[in-house]
């Protein structure tokens, strides 16, 4: 082990032998060479960062990811039977980088970051890798780690993640303005004022930002298609149907029903008891049996939608099933702002 974290195990030897024996009581089966190794090849580097650029911290580092790497280890999310080698990951590739914001607070940066990359990694569909990249990125830009945890949440939601927008959205009204435009893919100095850029996200969930904006009129299209036959690794044990629930969309396969949200970065579905809305959804658009689409800009005929099984609407997006399908087809106004 490096010498940091060495040192300061051996400094406090009766501490952290206590910490592991009282683990051992609730877990016989805690595997000490696992925790051993753990330390080592996880903790060591992550501790010897803090320690070089907060010595004072040393300490309470250890003491944090020593707690936590014992946690995670008995509940398998960590060492040789995990089931989440994502975390690990994380912790070997973000944690060293990071060693500002955790010598700042060690438990709850340190827990933040592992709850988000298990979100992560659990939500079908999510990019771990990108939100991964996009953190190293941006955390020297992030003047503490209240910043930085904030940052987090709005790449978890760029990252595929799309139940967490409209909390994203908010977040970043409380940043600095030049992190914000970083996190949403801008230069911090670009022009374009983040007050309409976020007005615009709000109100058009298949917008992406860019630097260039489009001129172009924005056309009806197929945005996503979402879900497949569980026997396949989807959700749906037969072809589903869709409802609207408020804004939101319930798709059912008669067994279960999954909230469903979507927008340009993703899309999520969530286990859910809420009924089908029984008044009629404020919406711009309607399908024909034909499959031809109108919506707020214009029409579209869409061929594999001929013969729809079921059809919901919102403001800004229209879900459509089809025959032999465990998909749900998702239409909105489209253009060359979506990447």
């Not at 869709?242 to 579905?269: N, P, Q, R």
């Not at 404020?282 to 029409?299: A, D, L, Q």
């Amino acid at each position: 082990m490096p010498n940091a974290l060495a040192s300061t195990l051996a400094a406090n030897r009766e501490r952290f032998n206590s910490k592991f024996a009282a683990a051992r009581h609730y877990k016989p089966a805690l595997d000490g060479d696992a925790f051993a190794d753990l330390l080592r090849g996880l903790v060591a580097p992550i501790v010897e960062a803090v320690h070089a650029l907060a010595p004072d911290q040393t300490f309470a580092a250890t003491d944090a990811l020593y707690d936590l790497t014992l946690d995670l280890l008995a509940q398998d999310f960590l060492g040789p039977r995990s089931r989440h080698p994502l975390i690990a990951s994380g912790w070997a590739h973000l944690l060293p980088k990071f060693a500002r914001h955790i010598a700042a607070d060690p438990r709850a940066i340190v827990g933040a970051i592992t709850n988000a990359l298990y979100n992560i990694s659990t939500t079908p569909g999510a990019r771990p890798g990108e939100w991964m990249r996009d953190m190293l990125a941006l955390a020297d830009h992030c003047p503490d780690s209240e910043t930085l945890l904030k940052v987090g949440q709005i790449l978890s939601w760029k990252s595929g993640l799309a139940h967490y927008r409209a909390a994203a959205l908010d977040l970043c009204e409380t940043l600095p303005p030049a992190v914000a435009r970083l996190t949403l893919g801008f230069p911090a100095d670009s022009s374009q004022p983040l007050d309409s850029v976020l007005r615009r996200l709000r109100a058009h969930p298949w917008h992406r930002p860019t630097l260039h904006p489009s001129r172009s009129t924005p056309e009806l299209g197929i945005v996503a298609r979402l879900g497949a036959f569980r026997g396949f690794g989807g959700l749906f044990i037969a072809p589903p149907l869709v409802f609207t629930s408020g804004d939101h969309f319930i798709v059912t396969d008669g067994e279960g029903s999954w909230l469903l949200t979507a927008d340009a970065f993703g899309a999520t579905f969530h286990r859910t008891d809420a009924q089908p809305s029984t008044g009629k959804t404020k919406s711009p658009f309607t399908i024909h049996r034909s499959g031809e689409v109108s919506g707020p800009n214009g029409k579209q005929q869409f061929p594999e939608l001929t013969q729809y099984t079921s059809a919901a609407a919102n403001e800004t997006t229209l879900a459509v099933t089809i025959p032999h399908s465990h998909s749900v087809h998702l239409i909105a106004a489209t253009d060359s702002e979506r990447g």
